[in-house]
């Protein structure tokens, strides 16, 4: 494999690649991963390569370690994002766990002819400018103390019948920062004693802020075949843009 890079600074030691998750921008590419031969060979060299930043999490009901993204018609549940090829707005992955893992990566095996690019942000890039206004500061307190539902999306349930729900602050010092609006409008839906007029409002002006400034602001990574992003969950969002080719194929894994 040949030295990372990350927003165009060579990386060529792993610690490097720590070094800017942890306490640079939250987020990284490593290019040249190699991904010809079989699949279940490929993510095996991928699981290794994820494992040297914690123990790789199993998703849900299926167990599996390294998941599949792209597009499914195959399936009779409400489809997550990683499971179609529409837009997947800002957010951070299995915001919905107790402790949603750490880091997240992304192998891309086929990217999309068109579309599909990434978009990565750093939390505290996103804080910093919502914070500039009264409105955002308002919303940051209340991100901060209020406790809000995050309900398990139908893929990833064990038990259908009682859908989990964690109850967390968005912005977490203990557990990390956490955003998905979708799981949360959810989670509003099962618990409507937690949807008070404050918890509504700041997370509807925060969502808008996200949307508007990803308009303004959105730097897109059309990431190539063995291309790897990583991102530390607790400290970048990502998004990706809408795509309609159906052989687009990634592997992803997260890590405790
Ligand atoms: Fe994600």
Redesign the pocket.
Known sequence: MSAAAAHGVALAQPSDLREELDRGTGWAVVKGFTVSGPLEEVSRRFEHFSHQFGPVSRHGQSGTTIWKITPRQDIEHLPT??ETASE?PL???NSWAPHPEKY?ALLVVRPADKGGDSIVFSVDEALETFGRSLVGRRAICLMRQLNYPFATPDVFETNMSKRAVTIAPIIDPSRGFRFRYDVIQAGFELLPRLATAEALWAVEVFNHFLNSWVERKANKIHLETGDILISNNHRAL?A?TPFTDCSRLLL?ARMA
């Open positions: 994002f990683s997947a957010h951070t992955d997240m990502h990706r992803r």
